[in-house]
């Protein structure tokens, strides 16, 4: 049984950063895609970026290029999501997501929700103006 707990989220002000962390457990997640996605009130889920685990090799939504860093740490199985100069935009629920891919998927495969196999909670991120 995959679990992914999301931590981190807060309010910060703009151009600020916030550090999220998704601790995932129950398999090796050797094979597997890990995803970032968020919510903001009123939108769909959306895609924010993405990293194979074996690898390391990152993707980004354009929305949040340059700005935001995904990366892992495999001794601690947990994916982070650093992301800076917040804008009031980025406020939403950020969701950590994880893939099961039995094939090798380009990285466009990993924007779309039904890619992912599991999911966690959420973390709430506030970007005040």
């Known amino acids: 049984q995959v679990q992914l707990e999301e931590s981190g989220g807060g309010l910060v002000q703009a151009w600020g950063s916030l550090r999220l962390s998704c601790a995932a457990s129950?398999?090796?997640?050797?094979?597997?895609?890990m995803g970032w996605f968020r919510q903001a009130p009123g939108k769909e889920r959306e895609f924010v970026a993405g990293?194979?685990?074996?690898?390391?090799?990152?993707f980004y939504a354009n929305s949040v290029k340059d700005r935001f860093t995904i990366s892992r740490d495999n001794t601690k199985n947990t994916v982070y999501l650093q992301m800076n100069n917040l804008k009031p935009e980025d406020t939403a629920v950020y969701f950590c997501?994880?893939?099961?891919?039995?094939?090798?998927?380009?990285?466009?495969?990993?924007?779309?929700?039904?890619?992912?196999?599991?999911w966690g909670q959420g973390t709430q991120v506030v970007v005040s103006s």
């Open positions: 129950g398999r090796t997640f050797n094979n597997y895609v």
């Open positions: 997501a994880a893939s099961n891919s039995k094939a090798y998927f380009t990285s466009d495969y990993y924007f779309h929700l039904a890619s992912y196999d599991y």
């Open positions: 990293i194979r685990w074996s690898g390391g090799s990152t």
